[in-house]
């Protein structure tokens, strides 16, 4: 985590518990909670330096993190910077299943219900993650959703849900890309394939139009009718991931 200290000016803080504050005493909010950063921010620098990451540090660090992010309230580019950090140590780190639970976790209480329009994500990287993480889903699902691995599943699948609106909307194209391999004919279900498109098929997250940059044309003649092609193409699938994307992409 390389920056520049930060400067009080640059950042304000905002949060349920600051709006119930009487007006004198949101100056000391704002006053505490930039102190409470600052003191992060080292301690962030010292545990999670490239070269050799302290894990057992940044989890002590955990009550201190869900404090600034729950009681303070920061912006929105400062979430952004933590979750970068975060999936960083998340998807680049060997560490054991517990941890990168526990990271998991960090991300998803980072983001909150924020709408974090700078961060920008490699799909494949986390789709990578995933994949490893089931690619033996009947040990995963024998040892049940809560132990280490079906959790760390479960959380994955969380934050995929969370974050697909961010992927690059250029994805798609990668996304049937890798579609068009998990419907070929050595493969004899679906499964896969409707996993993929359910989980990371960014469509529709435009504000400003319902099909984003792409325009409507673009996925009337190139996404649409491929969409229907590979749910006529095999067995075993789920249609309700197919009327999810088609859901998404009208509106």
Known sequence: MQQNPSNPSQDTY???FNKKLPVTLQQDFQTEAEALWQE?????INACHPSAVNFDGLIALIPKLEVFLTVYGPSPKRREMLATLFLRLLLEEKTTTLNKI????????TLGNSNPKDLRL????IYDFLDEASSDPIVALSAG????????ITEIVQLVRKVRNLYPEESI????????????????????????????FNAGSSDDNKTGKLG????EKNVIPELFAFW??????????????LSRIAR
Do not use: C
């Open 40 to 44: 992060l921010e080292q301690d962030l």
């Open 122 to 125: 490699n799909w494949r990287a």
């Open 232 to 245: 006529n193409g095999r067995r075993y699938q789920s249609e309700s991931a197919y009327l999810a994307v």
């Open 102 to 109: 526990v990271i998991l976790r960090l991300v998803l209480v």
């Open 145 to 152: 959703l809560h132990s280490p691995k079906g959790r760390l």
């Open 14 to 16: 905002s949060s349920y």
């Open 216 to 219: 409507q044309e673009y996925f």
């Open 173 to 200: 194209d990668e996304v049937l890309r890798l579609l068009r391999q998990k419907f070929s004919p050595s493969f004899t279900s679906g499964y896969k394939g409707t996993a993929l498109i359910s989980l990371f």
